[in-house]
């Protein structure tokens, strides 16, 4: 019982300390050999969840994707039934996982913030069949689909924030963001501004118009990737919720 109590209390103190979810709408926009290859700019979402093991630190995860090209048409749906027509979509798109930490050197009411990022993307083009005339969406409409291409790349990158507290719950307002002494903060919200240059090793990868299909029999498919390194600065705007 002793060996138990000892090992919980290690953990509590491992663990303790504060803790902090980022939620931001993304804009990626390709640099370098990235955009030199007219990969245009992506639309996405954005997630961190960090452990601020002090207030200068904080450590965790940070998930996201972004949407850098599509395109749809209307093909019947099939040679034999020309009068039932369905939606063929393509999408191209980018996610990625990464270890991030983060430097806050200064508290208050507005705080700048710095971080370092280390992981992998996965560049992906697919294609869906869509029922026209289904109320849902995409996801529920879909008939069929299938991965047309798919590439990982390294990915480690730097940036840095603005952080705006907006309100605090369960505590003292006029208090620190992380609770200096004595307080009892049990949750801050605030709206932050953020910015990362993300250095991507090379990939294979397709954009719009890089699918190519036969008309006739045998009605192949080829396809014309593009082989790159895939840099990009990131700007996002967001909410983040420490408690």
């Not at 949407?67 to 019947?76: A, D, L």
């Not at 798109?93 to 370092?116: C, I, M, N, T, W």
Request: glycine residues 14%; negative net charge; proline residues 4%.
């Amino acid at each position: 019982m002793k060996k138990i109590l000892l090992s919980a209390l290690i953990i509590s103190s491992a663990f303790s300390g504060n803790f902090g979810v980022d939620i931001a709408l993304i804009g990626q926009l390709p640099k370098g050999e990235f955009k030199d290859e007219g990969v245009p700019t992506g639309f996405g979402l954005d997630i961190n969840g960090l452990w601020y093991p002090s207030n200068i630190l904080g450590l965790g995860i940070n998930l996201g994707g972004t949407r850098y090209g599509s395109s749809e048409r209307p093909e019947p749906w099939s040679k034999t039934i020309p009068d039932v027509t369905v939606t063929v979509k393509t999408t191209n798109d980018l996610v990625y996982g990464h270890l991030l930490a983060r430097v806050v050197p200064l508290q208050g009411k507005s705080r700048l913030y710095f971080e370092g990022l280390l992981g992998i993307k996965n560049l992906f083009t697919s294609t869906k069949v869509i029922s026209e005339d289904c109320p849902g969406d995409d996801d529920t409409c879909e008939l069929a689909s299938s991965r047309n291409y798919t590439d990982n790349a390294f990915s480690y990158g730097g940036g840095g924030g603005l952080e705006i507290i907006l309100t605090s719950f369960g505590g003292d307002e006029d208090s620190d963001i992380k609770g200096g002494e004595g307080s009892d903060i049990e949750g801050v919200l605030s709206f932050f501004i953020n910015a990362r240059y993300m250095i991507g090793a090379e990939a294979e990868y397709l954009k719009k118009g890089d699918i190519h299909r036969m008309d006739q029999e045998p009605y192949d498919v080829t396809y014309s990737p593009s082989r790159s390194k895939t840099d990009v600065l990131q700007i996002s705007l967001g909410l983040n919720f420490n408690f």
